[in-house]
Every structure is written in structure tokens, then in C-alpha cells.
């Protein structure tokens, strides 16, 4: 399935994707562009937004420039949408965290509008992030500490594989929530009824 690289504008990666060309499509935000990514050799097919951040800074010729006005949606939100229209499903996203906190928890907010539709994985500098499936199962996990925040109430789960196993119990914030898990086996599940849980998984 074809999947797009998205940059958006957050913390500045310390890492990024070595092989491109897994992407059918690079985008990013304008202000991620302006911020960080015209710095690096990254050229993007697509800037997506208001354009508030590009002033009149050169833009490579190649680049598509797409204007999206809209104020009742933040620039991530747009990106999603135009970048679904042509097609894509996947989405590997930098730049959602770091900096200001409430562009971080706005990103989530976006993120929990779409996810059921669309595979939104998110990387920053410290762990990769995603909301799970009402059955989800990873591998090579081992040795990795793994959170699980509900940013609604999640019924009935059990996880498997971890140090500190939970069977049949409901998180919630301002209640019971998973920090700072461990994987003690390669493969873990995590199962539960109904909520929506993302789980954070450390990149060290």
C-alpha cells in the first residue's frame, strides 16, 4: 500500500527516514519547511497550508506549493486530507511533538479523527507513537518500553508479553493508565472493546 512521509511543524527530528523511496509522496507543512526542512536535503512534492511561514523565502521549482486557507483546521489536518484525496493511507509523521504541548495534544486530536480510516504512525526523538486497533499485535519488541495512554475510557483490556501484564482492566485518564511498560517477549498483544488507546513505544 502506498505511503506518504509527512513533516509537520514540531520538534526539529534528529533522525530521519533513510530510505525514501519507500514514499510514493514527501509533504510537509509550511512552517515545517520554513523551520526545519529546507534545511536538510529533503525535497518535498508538496507545502501544505496557510503559507503564513513561507514568506518570501526561494522554493525550489519542483516543489507544489498547496494553499489551504481554511482556519477552522489546524495545517496537519489539511495535509491528512489532501494527501488522502490522492489516494494515500499510510502515514509516517514527524514533527507532531515537542515544542509547544498544545500543538502536540491538537495533533492527537486530529489523529483520533482519523485513525480508523487511515494508518497514522507518528516518530519523534524519543519513541513512536499510534492508536491501536482493538486487537493489536507487535513484534520484535523485546527489551523496548512500551506506555499506553487512553485518551478515552478503554474497556476491558489485556495485554500480553509484558512485564506488567493487565487482564480485563479499563484505563482512563484521571484513573488507571500504563506508563512505562516493558516487553519481555518479542511478540505482544493488546486487545480491548471498545476506546481509543495510543500506544507509545521508545526508539532507544
Known sequence: MEKVLLFVNGEHPQRYPTDLTQYRYIACTDGAYHNYLQQTDI????????????????????????????????????????????????????????????????????????????????????????????????????????????????SNLTITGFKYPLNNTDLQLGGLTSLRNYAINEDITIQFENGDLVIFISRK
Open 43 to 154: 525535497i518535498p512534492h508538496f507545502i501544505i497550508g496557510d503559507l503564513d511561514s513561507l514568506g518570501h523565502q526561494p522554493i525550489n521549482k519542483t516543489i507544489e506549493i498547496i494553499h489551504t486557507p481554511d482556519q477552522n483546521k489546524t495545517d496537519f489536518e489539511k495535509s491528512i486530507l489532501f494527501l488522502a484525496s490522492k489516494g494515500i493511507k499510510v502515514f509516517d509523521i514527524y514533527g507532531a511533538s515537542g515544542h509547544a504541548s498544545d500543538h502536540f495534544l491538537g495533533n492527537l486530536s486530529v489523529a483520533m479523527q482519523y485513525y480508523m480510516h487511515y494508518d497514522l504512525t507518528f516518530y519523534d526523538n524519543y519513541c513512536y507513537f499510534f492508536f491501536a486497533k482493538s486487537k493489536t499485535v507487535l513484534h520484535q519488541m523485546k527489551g523496548k518500553t512500551i506506555s499506553l495512554i487512553p485518551l478515552s475510557k478503554v
